[in-house]
């Protein structure tokens, strides 16, 4: 069964740091394009970061660049996002997700495999 679970988020004053991670399952990470999305409320759900499956090479959103690390661990079939100095404004929940396109862009459309969203809230 292909899945991926999240885990790290929660509660977080501004200026603090988080990590989160996607563990999959059913499949080979590495063969793939991954990405982290969020959602805040009455918004749409948007590419924070990605990593291409044909070159390695990473997107980030420009509200993130500089702060957010994306990265993956291909032994532990697991990805990871380092955020750091948070804002208010990173509140919203988290997912990742896969691409089986070999030029995927960092957009929802591009990715067919969810999980199952992990809250971040930023306040103090």
């Known amino acids: 069964q292909v899945q991926l679970v999240e885990s790290g988020g929660g509660l977080v004053q501004p200026g603090g740091s988080l990590r989160l991670s996607c563990a999959a399952s059913?499949?080979?990470?590495?063969?793939?394009?991954i990405g982290w999305f969020r959602q805040a409320p009455g918004k749409e759900r948007e590419g924070v970061s990605c990593?291409?499956?044909?070159?390695?090479?990473?997107y980030y959103a420009d509200s993130v660049k500089g702060r957010f690390t994306i990265s993956r661990d291909n032994a532990k079939n697991t990805m990871y996002l380092q955020m750091n100095s948070l804002k208010p404004e990173d509140t919203a929940v988290y997912y990742c997700?896969?691409?089986?396109?070999?030029?995927?862009?960092?957009?929802?459309?591009?990715?067919?495999?969810w999980g199952q969203g992990t809250q971040v809230t930023v306040s103090s």
């Open positions: 059913g499949f080979t990470l590495d063969y793939y394009g």
């Open positions: 997700a896969i691409s089986g396109l070999v030029r995927a862009m960092c957009v929802t459309s591009d990715f067919g495999t």
């Open positions: 990593i291409s499956a044909s070159d390695g090479s990473t």
